[in-house]
């Protein structure tokens, strides 16, 4: 209802670069302060039962996997595979160009 663009991380508990890309990306204080302003985040644990359609909506086959959607669930954005803090800030930037 925020109109904002979302952030969807499909992620995996035993996902190695997922983790990585928790410590390295998510918990860096400039990606979370573009990440609070210019979208909503959610992360979407794969095995869950619960998300197995948005998993199957989104065609998700790996993971990591970073899909940012508009406020109808048209994907701007997405990147499959682990990706570093400089590309994760290029694709929030490059949100404004959309």
């Known amino acids: ?13 035993w996902c190695s670069p997922c983790q990585i890309m928790k410590r390295e990306v998510f918990a860096d204080k400039e990606v979370e302060k573009i990440i609070n302003s210019k979208v909503t985040s959610i992360m979407i644990d794969i095995d ?3 998300t197995s359609e948005i998993v199957k909506y989104y065609k998700v086959g790996a993971t ?22 400089k590309k994760f800030l290029e694709m929030l930037i490059n949100l404004n160009f959309k």
């Open 64 to 85: 990591p996997t970073t899909i940012i959607v508009d406020s109808k669930g048209e994907v701007l954005d997405y990147a499959v595979g682990k990706i570093s803090k």
């Open 48 to 50: 869950n039962p619960n």
């Open 1 to 13: 209802s925020s109109n904002k663009n979302t952030l969807l991380f499909f992620t995996g508990k």
